[in-house]
């Protein structure tokens, strides 16, 4: 039986991980401080460890005592336009964190670490974005996700750690952090509808992405240490039709079967346009076929109604305010 150490394990992607590991045999460790996810998210069949990937003494202890066969490292707080101004908190918590747990995987001999990057990595050029693009990132956050990247090549070239890295790209579904106000549109979308609050959308709304349900993603993440000639690879992995925020405002209200207005503030700095392309995972990674936007939304309405409206609570140590949007700090 293999073991696995998933690390954000009760949050959104990472609970989809758990689930898919363990429905496939795999022994599962969860770590996760519960910043961002839940208890309820976490698979009762995983051993639960509540704490930080920045506790390196920890994780020293759990690799030592599970003897992790992969990683998967989840844990990140990604929201890329907070992480302007959150600079030493993203950088502790999604650069720090995770040069930890490659320092443990090379000490403990793991067979492959699995990592979530993201495409915020490619900044502002043209998309579709493809994997032979030199990154460019516009945000701290893309920036530390980079990081990890490099650590990880170049930990592969001195000590022979396998890893596969993935790029999603606003994925969406179950068990999301609905009432995170800084990340995840759809999340924010549906739990303002709930509260019969307008939709805060930033600019115009013309801004573009793909939006990718969990299900395309989740599987191929959890079941690609399974193809040994992925490893030492960076996949873009999501969904392959953009749209604007406005066409995804108004979609979203069709899934809740709500109606809302749209409250439009102020453009923020951020990338007008991103979405990749993705043969190259679909070459490796044979799945199943996509999701629509519709179907997707729909799938996500039903559970946020079921899971009800989620307090959205202010983040509690921003370290710079100049220039931070006002909606980020009303009560």
């Known amino acids: 039986m293999s073991v696995s150490l998933v690390t954000g394990g009760a949050g959104f992607i990472g609970t989809h991980v758990v689930n898919e590991l363990i429905n ?54 990604a929201a890329e336009g907070l992480s302007h101004f959150i600079k030493r908190f993203n950088y502790s918590n999604n650069l720090i964190g995770s040069v ?29 974005m493809t994997e032979d693009m030199v990154p460019i990132p516009e945000d701290p956050y893309g920036i530390a996700k980079y990081a990890v990247e490099m650590d990880l090549k ?13 790029r999603p790209h606003n994925v969406y579904g179950e068990y999301q952090n609905i009432g995170d106000r800084y990340r995840n549109v759809v999340g924010i979308f549906m739990n ?19 939006f990718s349900y969990i ?29 604007s925020v406005n066409e995804l405002a108004t979609a979203t209200m069709e899934a809740m079967n709500l109606k809302g207005e749209l409250r439009h503030l102020a453009a923020r700095n951020e990338v007008m346009h991103a979405f990749s392309d993705h043969s190259k995972v679909k070459k490796y990674f ?41 909606v980020w700090l009303e009560d």
């Open 24 to 77: 496939s045999g795999h022994k599962v460790v969860v770590l996760d401080d519960l910043s961002g996810g839940f208890m309820d998210n976490v698979n009762p069949k995983a051993i639960f460890v509540q704490g930080s990937v920045e506790d390196f003494a920890l994780l020293g202890k759990l690799f030592s005592e599970h003897k992790f066969d992969y990683v998967y490292h989840l844990a990140a707080y």
């Open 100 to 128: 930890n747990l490659i320092n443990e995987s090379v000490k403990h001999k793991v067979k492959c670490f699995v990592f979530t990057s993201s495409i915020a990595v490619y900044g502002n050029q043209k998309p579709p």
């Open 154 to 166: 170049v930990t592969h070239e001195m000590f022979g750690l396998n890893y596969i890295i993935f």
């Open 192 to 210: 303002q509808l709930m509260q019969g609050k307008q939709l805060t959308v930033f600019g115009d709304g013309s801004q573009t992405r793909a």
């Open 215 to 243: 299900g395309e993603v989740a599987p191929c993440i959890a079941n690609s240490v399974n193809n040994p000639e992925a490893y030492n690879q960076i996949f873009n992995i999501g969904a392959d039709k953009e749209y």
């Open 286 to 326: 044979p799945s199943n076929e996509a999701t629509s936007l519709k179907d997707g939304l729909g799938k996500m309405a039903e559970w946020a109604k079921s899971a009800g409206v989620r307090k959205s609570k202010r983040f509690k140590d921003i370290e710079i305010t100049e220039k931070l949007p006002p």
